[in-house]
């Protein structure tokens, strides 16, 4: 399964990112592109199942999807198509499209609690 695989490296950066930081790892935010075809659903399945025995065990996952635009050799503009599947230039309705935006899976932010830290603060 796709979204398996998926969380499995996802887990892996993380630990990497954060490597060189100690504490609690929170959360994690991940932008997914409406063109990944990722199931926010599937991926927090395997995401829940993958994290145990890990530095994500009690890490939260947050996907923000990130809508598809194309930006149009014709005319130059860029925009939301209106079929995510047949992209076209919303202004003009050229097929001539290329995709700025959609296709990214990206880890935005890592939020990290860290244990000393919270000891001098009280
Ligand atoms: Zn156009």
Do not use: K, Y
């Amino acid at each position: 399964m796709h979204e398996f695989s998926l969380a499995d490296e996802l887990i892996r950066s993380v630990e990497r990112l954060a490597a060189h930081h100690p504490g609690t790892i929170r959360s994690v935010e991940l932008q997914i592109g409406a063109l990944t075809a990722v199931n926010q659903e599937a991926l927090q399945t395997a995401f829940a199942v993958l994290r145990d025995g890990t530095r994500l065990a009690v890490c939260e996952l947050l996907c923000r999807a990130l809508p598809v635009v194309v930006a149009c050799t014709s005319c130059g503009q860029q925009g939301e198509p209106e079929d995510s599947l047949l992209l076209r230039c919303p202004a003009c309705g050229s097929g001539r499209v290329e995709v700025t935006s959609g296709r990214q899976l990206d880890i935005v932010r890592i939020s990290l609690e860290d244990a000393s830290a919270d000891a001098q603060d009280r």
